[in-house]
């Protein structure tokens, strides 16, 4: 039976490594997924519009359609990761399918003629943002094992706290613990740490603060597996016009939607100076839910016949979300709590909290080369460093919050698409490419991917496939502090999408 304890108001203390930067960049990073042609050009459409999935980038965009219509897309994901930890090679997998982006335009021309205004757009589409399915495996020999971790918590807390009273349950504890001002996620760490035999006090006094490792090991043996699942989707709402023969303007609001799921594994096991084998387990579950909000507002232009330039405002995305985090620990040492037995993951930490991801900026332009064909090319700018937890006036919040400011920096992103048609055959192509978040470049690399597609215009209809492919190099750390040497992730996501679009 699971047990549950909310913390309503985000304690200070208890939100210390429960929320952090990792968060905020989950959620601040999109990865379009869109319709079939969106991702054939790698989603360089700025300046173009006429794509459902375009209004994420331009909401002056749903004006340049000449007709309504109806699209939907549905992408298979692969994904593969493949890990360097101290030499040692491991590889993973994970592979879904899912319908990605469904949305309509409805388009109204003008009555009068001699109206400046031709035209009035309102569009409506459902986009997944950010696919979290996900697996990677690390592992191998190393010299910093899980005691580090325990021990950099425990510092400074209090022994008494961490010992069972009369007739309480590790589970009770565990809660009550987290629930405490002046304790919270710090002292459940230690508390694990110290049930679990792999730490103990320097002094068995109440106030003891100061503990010491039980492991006894030259090298140890490690096993990371990490495991997500979810999406980040949005829903956009959209109204645009058309005034003149060549300006479009527009406006959308989006609305979020996060689901997220993560569950990280991880096993040591290593032979004392004694000849026993001693081995501990340690999982960490968290459950995300939440909602966003955000606005964008944009205008494309036609310069003449051939060149069309664009540029839009996305606003920063407010999001509430609510975590649900729980842990489990077993482990073989001698000297852990009789009363202690396998803590499993029933008892729930539930953290509510906000975060506000910064605004973008995106320029655009474009060469249309009449029926024949288009170049087009996106440069989007957005500030990392004003990411924020909220509420910031929290101190703990405050402190992580100029972390951020610190390690994160601007990043560009740049998008060159293009298209050449065949009579009723589209040949597409893009590539893309995405600074690092960090302003070291370290931690998360620079994405690179490409793309390519076909479409088929059957008059009514549009048929429409495309494959893009990613690569980025990512730092992982399987712990927030104890355990300081990464594995060096090598990621490669491959999306297959198929799109319908049918006007009417």
């Known amino acids: 039976m699971k047990r549950y304890f909310t913390f309503i108001g985000l304690l200070a203390c208890l939100i210390t490594s429960a929320q952090n930067i990792e968060d905020v960049l989950r959620y601040s990073r999109e990865n379009l997924q869109g319709t079939a042609r969106f991702q054939g050009m790698s989603g360089a459409f700025g300046s173009l519009g006429g794509d459902l999935s375009a209004l994420n980038i331009n909401p002056a965009g749903s004006a340049v359609f000449n007709n309504s219509l109806f699209t939907m897309s549905g ?5 593969i990761s493949d890990s360097d930890y101290g030499g040692t090679f491991n590889s993973a997998n ?12 409805l388009v109204f021309k003008a009555t009068d003629n001699d109206s400046k205004w031709k035209k009035l757009s309102l569009g409506f589409n459902y986009d997944i943002v950010q696919n979290f399915d996900d697996q990677t495996i690390s592992g191998g020999s190393g010299n910093e094992g899980i005691d580090n971790y325990f021990l950099d918590f425990a510092d400074g807390i209090p022994l008494d706290p961490l010992k069972l009273q009369q007739n309480e349950s590790v589970g009770e504890a565990y809660l009550d613990i987290g629930a405490t001002n002046g304790l919270g996620f710090p002292a459940q760490q230690a508390f694990l740490g110290f049930q679990a035999g792999v730490i103990d006090p320097v002094a068995d006094e109440a106030d003891n603060t100061a503990y010491f490792s039980n492991a006894d090991y030259t090298t140890v043996n490690q096993d990371f597996r990490q495991t997500t699942a979810g ?3 949005k829903f956009t709402v959209n109204a645009a016009t058309q005034y003149g023969e060549n300006v479009y303007f527009g406006a959308s609001l989006n609305f979020h939607t996060v689901l997220y799921d993560r569950v990280n594994q991880y096993r040591e096991d290593f032979t004392n100076a004694d000849a026993q084998q001693r081995t501990i387990s340690f999982d960490n579950l968290l459950h995300t839910e939440g909602t ?5 507002l944009g205008g494309i232009a036609k310069l003449n016949d051939f060149i069309r330039v664009g540029g839009s405002y996305q606003s920063p995305t407010w999001y509430r979300l609510s975590d649900a985090f729980s842990q489990g620990i077993d482990s073989n040492y001698p000297n852990k709590d009789p009363n202690f037995n396998f803590f499993d993951l029933n008892d729930v930490n539930i953290f509510d909290y906000q975060i ?4 973008k900026l995106i320029g655009s332009i474009a060469a249309v080369f009449g029926k024949n064909g288009l170049l087009s090319f996106d440069y989007g700018y957005q500030d990392m460093s004003k990411a924020e937890l909220r509420p910031a006036s929290d101190t703990a919040f405050a402190n992580e919050n100029a972390f ?3 390690a994160l920096g601007a990043v560009s992103t740049f998008r060159v698409g293009g298209e050449y048609r065949i ?3 589209s ?11 960090y302003a070291d470049g370290n931690i998360i690399g620079d994405l690179n991917g490409i793309s390519g597609g076909v479409g088929v215009n059957f008059g009514g209809s549009r048929l429409e496939i495309s494959v893009k492919r990613t690569e980025q190099d990512v730092l992982q750390y399987f712990f927030d502090t104890g355990i300081n040497t990464p594995a060096l992730l090598s990621q490669i996501n491959t999306n297959v999408t198929i799109g319908y679009t049918m006007n009417f």
């Open 75 to 79: 992408t298979y994901f692969s994904r």
């Open 94 to 105: 994970s592979n879904s399918l899912d319908v990605n982006q469904v949305g309509a335009a």
């Open 231 to 233: 999406y980040n989707s």
């Open 292 to 296: 966003g909000f955000s606005l964008s």
């Open 356 to 359: 506000k991801t910064p605004g």
């Open 404 to 406: 951020i400011s610190e």
């Open 423 to 425: 009579k009723r055959i």
């Open 427 to 437: 040949l597409r192509g893009g590539y893309r490419y995405e600074q690092s978040p």
